[in-house]
């Protein structure tokens, strides 16, 4: 199994909702991300788990609130967003806790905040 | 920290033909180098990478050179065909930077017939 999953795929919510992105990967990996993506940009760090602790928090405003349980899933908890947060956001991981580890992402959630 | 800046913006180039991408880094402790391709709303996909301690790797059409000493990598995609249309990001990641990818801005390669 070489993949990385997410869900939902889709997901539209109002901005005084709460809602849940799930990834998930079996493939043993020890660091896991969250990117945000604007079309046409490139992906934009958000936060870093690596062994289940949070390493890199990117400046994140507190309305994204990571979550990782356990070594194959990471959830990103949504709260009072803003229209601006609409974007693709993605997961990704890497083997290893390093600089040469091979980095995957799947295929994202389109987030669409009304 | 790591700044990865990337030319062209846009290539455009005719069926067969060969395109050429090119990144500079400014962190000279950088030592990872992957090449992600993202078609129009799909995943960034990583089809080559390299590492400090190579000048050069290849696959099939695609190859990543990299000069070390000026910091700068380049891909190179020969006999291009129209499936290779999409969006290439370089990037690069640091030994002092953590876990830490640091992506170029983009090239929208567009094959033509």
């Known amino acids: 199994d070489t993949e990385v999953t997410q869900t939902p795929k889709h997901l539209v919510m109002g901005m005084t909702n709460k809602k849940s992105l799930k990834c998930e990967q079996h493939?043993?990996?020890?660091?896991m991300y969250w990117y945000k993506q604007k079309a046409k940009k490139p992906p934009e760090l958000m936060f870093v788990?690596?062994?289940?602790?949070?390493?890199i928090n990117e400046s994140v405003p507190s309305r994204f609130s990571p979550e990782c349980p356990n070594s194959s899933l990471l959830n990103l908890h949504l709260h009072a967003l803003q229209p601006e947060d609409s974007a693709l956001y993605l997961c990704?991981?890497?083997?290893?806790?390093?600089?040469?580890?091979?980095?995957?992402f799947g295929p994202g959630t389109r987030l669409t905040v009304t | 920290g790591e700044n990865v800046e990337q030319h062209p913006s846009t290539l455009s180039v005719q069926e067969g033909d060969s395109a050429v991408i090119k990144c500079t880094y400014s962190?000279?402790?950088?030592?990872?180098f992957p090449w992600y391709k993202q078609e129009l709303g799909k995943r960034p996909q990583l089809i080559i990478d390299?590492?400090?301690?190579?000048g050069e790797k290849k696959d099939q059409r695609i190859a990543v050179t990299l000069n070390k000493t000026a910091k700068h990598f380049s891909l190179h995609i020969t006999e291009t065909q129209p499936e290779d249309s999409a969006v290439y990001f370089c990037a690069a990641r640091s030994t002092g930077g953590g876990n830490k990818l640091t992506f170029g801005t983009g090239t929208q390669l567009k094959v033509e017939l």
């Open positions: 962190d000279s402790a950088s030592n990872y």
């Open positions: 493939m043993g990996h020890r660091a």
């Open positions: 788990y690596s062994y289940e602790k949070l390493s």
């Open positions: 390299i590492r400090s301690n190579v």
């Open positions: 990704a991981s890497t083997s290893g806790v390093g600089p040469s580890y091979e980095q995957y």
